[in-house]
């Protein structure tokens, strides 16, 4: 199948060379895990983009110094290489009105994690702390937060977030589960403007841990801007019923909903927001963003961020239409589109792109990861993909070693989806958990699960003798994070299935029907990738994109509801699972208040070696190279650092101190 092993072999002894060279390289600063205040490195005085200067003089904008927060609070976020330049446009690319790519840079984070991926750094808060046996939360915000808008921002933000967002009987926002144990919500109370506190009803050690990083402390998810949504909002506004009517929204939650996303889906361009940039203007082949005159961070020459004036997304139809473009140097930056197989012709193609190619890291534990759909709405399809002998077929039909050479040129780790390696509870063992090529071993199980009478064409039939046909739906390549090899996988996978007998339909949809299709259970299998860093749901039921035992969840959160008071709307009932998975799911809830670290890590190890024996995540391969594209004329991004959806792509290295000299 393979042209050479001979150039895979150069390929890596290339890969390994340049990682050398980059270890002296520029990296990411060990201060940015621990950010001074301006106070503490001295700075008084402060400046801005020219390009608010007229705003100021012109009396629509107050002087820089007065749009910060206070000296004691306001982050000094010390460049990469130096400090940069005011000005310019940064031009990136996206597949899709929906990708990504701008919601990891424009969305607003309460924490980060750091370059480790293994503490939680708190970026629009100042700090956290857990008292009271780790029943109480206390957040402080830094004094002086503005919204783009010009607004304060304070702990009402928060406050109109988990009380007429997450926890409003209409709204009922689906983010409030992350944080209700055993079915019971915390208590959020603002103590001040700047101090909130959440009380848990009993011990939540892992609060930070499972809840407070990647995605779940960004805008819309955390916080939202209460002086403007609540215009929107039926409990302040009685009138905006008949508004969202009139708007073509089918009711005003709706509405609601549409005004207050930001990021990928953000359609909105009067949404204030605490990103480093704001929605200027979109249309059906770009968004631009402009600088938010109000963002809460000075450079170490106390310059406020960004140092970029204008962000420009171009929406592609394909990621190869979007490949060519990065490749002529039409954009500043790319990564999420591109293949490690295809790294020596972005190599190659330097000169004449302008730009430079960097081997970023990517930490996934499953770049593409197979989730058969155990709710199916069809009974015949559920039998079948409920056995847990027919996912471990499935399993070892897969030959990872040649996906691999063949998609990622052996810049992976063939091994089965698991916990992240090196973790205490991490058992070696769980790395070759049904990943062998074994086609025989798969014929075997599958004709001890009643899959051995075969149709004209040779293909498995079920008991109801229908044939069995896999539709193998699959995102857009490069419309998800790490996926940019996707349809390669996908035909690879497909003629593994085949050769032992079961018929695979593949299909490629947009990113947005992918979503649609998976949400609503109606999928034959998961394909998205698995990141795993401190999150104990990567493998969940309900998981993001992979969607394998959804009715599963919606049971667990029904009975959450039933049995604490019915308080509410009441949720869709879904299916009871076995009592296996009911095990499954009361050890999650019970972890989160787990006595000791000790006992954490056991029920840890008990947790993962549940989901390695049903195999219901079937990985590919782990800890691929993550190709990187930075246009010559782009500085202060880092030549090192780990890439996927877990670091917020891009967001990780900081983008708000990135400056060209375009």
């Known amino acids: 199948m393979f042209k050479s092993k001979k ?28 950010p001074e205040t301006a106070a503490e490195a001295g700075i008084t005085e402060f400046n801005q983009s020219p390009m608010l200067d007229q705003r100021v003089e012109n009396g629509e904008l107050p002087p820089v110094e007065e749009r910060l927060p206070v000296p004691e609070d306001l982050q000094v976020l010390e460049p990469v290489e130096e400090v940069g330049q005011y000005g310019g446009k940064v031009v990136s690319t996206a597949i899709g009105p929906s990708t990504e790519s701008d919601g990891t840079v424009m969305r607003p984070w309460m924490f980060q994690l750091d370059k480790s991926m293994a503490n939680a750094v708190p970026d629009i808060a100042k700090s956290f702390e857990l008292t009271n046996e780790a029943k109480t939360l206390t957040i402080k915000l830094r004094e002086g937060l503005k919204w783009s808008d010009g607004h304060p921002f304070t702990t009402e933000d928060i406050i109109f977030w988990w009380e007429d967002v997450a926890m409003h009987e209409e709204v009922n926002h689906w983010t409030q589960w992350n944080w209700k144990m055993d079915g019971v919500a915390p208590e959020f109370t603002a103590v001040d403007d700047y101090t909130l506190r959440i009380e848990f009803p009993r011990s939540n050690p ?7 990083t990647w995605w779940r402390s960004q805008q819309s998810f955390f916080f939202s801007p209460k002086h403007y949504l609540k215009q929107f909002h039926a409990d302040y506004n009685p009138e905006v019923k008949e508004i969202a009517e009139e708007e073509g929204f089918g009711n005003w939650v709706q509405y609601f909903t549409n005004k207050m996303e ?31 005159p109000y963002y809460y961070k000075v450079d170490s020459e106390g310059n406020q961020l960004p ?112 916990a992240k390696p090196g973790a205490s509870y991490f058992k070696e063992e769980w790395l070759d958990h049904y990943a062998q090529y074994d086609t025989e071993l798969a014929k075997k199980l599958l004709n001890e699960i009643g899959l051995d009478e075969k149709d004209g064409e040779g293909f498995r039939v079920l008991p109801n003798g229908e044939t069995l046909i896999i539709d193998l739906e699959i995102p857009a390549p490069g419309s998800v994070g790490g996926t940019a090899q996707l349809g390669q996988v996908a035909e690879l996978v497909k003629a593994y299935w085949e050769d032992v007998g079961v018929k695979v339909n593949l299909k490629t949809l947009s990113r947005e029907l992918y979503q649609q299709r998976a949400d609503a259970g109606d999928h034959d299998i ?50 009871e699972p076995p009592e296996h998975a009911k095990e499954q799911l009361r050890r999650i809830h019970e ?8 006992a954490m890590n056991k029920m ?18 782990a800890r691929p190279m993550a190709p990187a594209i930075v246009a010559d004329t782009l500085h202060n991004v880092p030549e090192t650092a780990p890439y996927s959806n877990a670091t917020g792509a891009w967001q990780i290295t900081k983008p708000e101190q990135w400056f060209t000299t375009k």
């Not at 058969?372 to 709405?377: T, W, Y």
């Not at 959804?550 to 008071?565: K, L, P, S, Y």
């Not at 840890?604 to 391969?621: F, K």
């Open 7 to 34: 150039f895979v072999f150069s390929l890596v002894v290339m890969i390994i060379a340049l990682m050398t060279v980059a270890a002296g390289a520029a990296e990411i600063p060990e201060s940015w895990s621990e």
């Open 206 to 212: 892992t609060i930070v841990d499972t809840t407070l």
């Open 262 to 292: 930001v990021g990928p889906v953000q359609t909105n361009t009067e949404l204030p927001t605490m990103g480093a940039w704001v929605l200027e203007d979109i249309n059906s082949s770009r968004k631009r963003f402009v600088r938010n």
């Open 307 to 418: 140092y970029v004036d204008e962000w420009e997304i171009t929406i592609k139809s394909d990621a190869e239409v979007a490949k060519v473009d990065a490749l002529q140097g039409n954009v500043d930056f790319a990564a999420r589109i591109l293949s490690p197989s295809e790294f020596p012709m972005y190599k190659q193609n330097e000169e004449v792109g302008n730009y430079t190619t960097y081997a970023y890291s990517n930490p996934v534990q499953a770049q593409i990861g197979l989730t058969f759909n155990v709710n199916h709405p069809e009974e015949a399809k559920r039998e079948v993909y409920s056995n847990k002998k027919f996912r471990q077929a499935m399993s070892v039909a897969l030959n990872r070693n040649e996906i691999n050479e063949f998609a990622y040129r052996g810049l992976a780790e063939p091994a089965q989806a698991t």
């Open 526 to 575: 998961g394909v998205w990738p698995v990141n795993v860093t401190r999150d104990i749901n990567a493998f969940g039921f309900d998981s993001d994109g992979t969607r394998y035992a959804t009715q599963w969840a919606q049971w667990d959160t029904w009975r959450m509801w039933d049995e604490t008071g019915r308080e509410g709307e009441e949720p869709p009932k879904g299916m």
């Open 591 to 598: 972890y989160s208040s787990a006595p000791s670290q000790e």
């Open 604 to 621: 840890l190890g008990d947790i993962w070696q549940y989901y390695m024996d049903q195999t219901y995540v079937i990985g590919t391969v």
